[in-house]
């Protein structure tokens, strides 16, 4: 049923104009509710959903809402419609109808906080699917319509991207045989072939998995008990005709050595697979992916199409184009498995990734990531991969500067999620390190690298940035697990400084030598080694005592001539020194001489005296010592008076 307002409405009346709708918001919400017009419904519905309610209530009372600059609440539609049959080399976006509560912004007028957008997409047949990229996002993500879809997105990458080899590859140690009625487990002895791997939450203890027990019984049938992911997964590998499938929980000997040996071949077993089914969704291995979507909270709305003349023969012979739809645009969240550490490495080591999210599927491959709704962009290249991009056709140095840059980056992607047990945080990134030290050929260091170890012990707790993070104190594990001067000794979303690059490389910033290490070979899981691990690092550099002030940071920034943004973190401290200093040594006459900016990796911890030790010529490491001679990182401070640091005798120093 449509209201009397909604009738005329056809993409021509919105196409590039401001059509006036209801008088305000309040007309728009009792259309939708007790006239039941289906397309008032799908507008109300569409604010309430992207709109924070704050800013309905007051729009709903007619009042403005902060810095607004409105000179009347009419709801206003707007066409967005893409139809020219220009594509986009980035991106191709769905044509869409923006809804606004009041005057919407223009150059110099900030407008209406209250506004949202629909999309238009073509059903199947229609000849408007020529020439829209918007597509109708199915109820159920198991029937034949999603399977076609994803069949031709896989085609196409293989015909037009060079994202998988063309032989295929070793298959894993052990994979799941889905061809049987009831799916076996093998032994694959060396084969080669194309096999699927599954990303996904465990969510808790499963109910079935492979030990030394199960492993006879599962040879030979695998007949029951199965989680419901993991029959999702079994389904999807059956209906893209594939026999093999590698799951975890199944191809690993749980609970035993073949654990640790398995799980530092993530690189191989996620980078060589055919694609990877990601079970986005699902909190838990028992949730499963493939159920049929709730229906949404507005049914879509059916619009006349027309298009208009763009060439002659356009308007001697017009075609009909039948009809589109308007629907709430779906969420491209994809859901818990995006909250997990140990499925970042599996989504990074991927090559094709298939995606159930919350409301669609989307597909992505090392060129671009393309959603069931019509929406495509080129993947942003945060890969581990020097063969993506053309990247390994470039000198070695600069190869491994960019794959230097990607690390930081996914580092403060993965410590952003979470783990269950924390003993895997370096095993849960083993696979992306092993890639990656392919080029780098350098040691790696309890997730540092040797050969830009300067810039790796300068982690810093989310600083700078712009960021509920800023609230979220770093923790420490309840075991000890990493040496201080790695960030893998503590929990939270940690970063590195990236801003100029030849502070860390270019020997005459460091104010520190570094003299070396006890690690004789590579281990890219050691916190799980068997053998011991060294984790001192010996360096050279000025240690400077200091002590907190009880000053405050806010009181010093109003002082100060430095950027405002230096002082933003909220648990920084000023650093003076611990006893007077004699005039030639400070550039202040102060009795209280603010010589740094710290802030502490864990805040409130118990510390006993606090050392500075400059590393770059800005900033530097907070140290405490130890009993045993050595001294342990506490935090990271920046240098506010280089006179003072500039003063003093180098010695040897062992970071543990």
Sequence with gaps: MLCDLCKPITVAALRDNDFEHQPNLASLKASAEETNCSFCNLLWQCLVKSVQPQYIAAHLQGQKNKNENLTDFVIRLNGEILDTGQKSLNELEPSKIWVYSGTRAEFGNSGTQVYAYLELYAPRGEPAGRYLN????????????????????????????????????????????????HPVLRVSQGRRDHYVALSYCWGGPQKIVTTEKTFEQFTKNIDNGLSETLKNAIEITRNLNLQYLWIDALCIIQGGEDFNIESLK???????????????????????????????????????????????????????????????????????LETRAWTFQEKILSRRELLYGHEQISFRCL?????????????????PYPDVGGLDQKPLAEQKAVLLRRWYKMLESYTRR???????????????????????????????????????????????????????????????????????????????????????????????????????QNSFDPIRSVKPIARELRVRGVLKSVQRTARSVLQYRDQSPEPWWRFKHPRMFLLEPVQS????????????????????????????????????????????????????????????????????????????
């Design 367 to 383: 060129e671009r990531q393309i959603f069931e709704n019509g929406t495509s962009s080129i993947r942003q290249q945060i890969v």
């Design 418 to 520: 979470e783990m269950t047990n924390p003993a895997d945080k370096l095993t849960a990134l083993a696979g992306i390190a092993q890639v990656i030290h392919q080029t780098l050929q350098c040691k790696y260091l309890f997730g540092l690298w040797e050969d830009d170890i300067i810039r790796g012990i300068l982690w810093t707790t989310n600083v700078l940035r712009y960021s509920k993070d800023w609230a979220e104190a770093l923790r420490r594990p309840l075991a000890d697990r990493a040496p201080s001067w790695s960030w893998a000794s503590v929990e939270g979303h940690v970063s590195h400084y990236q801003r100029i690059e030849s502070l860390y490389l270019d020997p005459k910033y460091h104010r520190i030598i570094i003299l070396g290490h006890d690690f004789q």
């Design 581 to 656: 200093i004699p005039p030639k040594e400070t550039c202040s006459n102060s009795p209280q001489v603010v010589v740094g900016l710290g802030l502490l990796d864990v805040p409130d911890e118990p510390l006993p005296d606090l050392f500075c030790m400059r590393v770059i010529a800005d900033y530097g490491l907070i140290l405490v010592s130890n009993a045993k001679g050595g001294y342990k990182r506490v935090g990271t401070f920046n240098v506010e008076d280089k006179t003072w640091f500039d003063h003093g005798d180098p010695e040897d120093i062992i970071l543990t």
């Design 134 to 181: 918007g597509r109708e996002v199915v109820s159920n993500p198991a029937g034949e319509s999603c399977f076609g879809l994803i069949k031709r997105w896989l085609h196409h990458c293989e015909v037009n991207h060079g994202c998988q080899a063309k032989e295929p590859p070793l298959l894993p140690t052990r994979v799941l045989d889905v061809k049987p009625k």
């Design 266 to 336: 993530m690189s191989q077993y996620y980078g060589n697979a055919y694609f990877t089914i990601s079970a986005g969704c699902a909190a838990s291995s028992q949730d499963g992916f493939l159920a049929s979507r709730p229906l949404p909270s507005a049914t879509p709305c059916k619009l006349d199409y027309n298009r208009p003349p763009f060439r002659e023969v356009d308007v001697l012979f017009p075609t009909p184009l039948g009809s589109v739809f308007v629907c709430l645009p779906p969420s491209k969240a994809i859901g818990p």
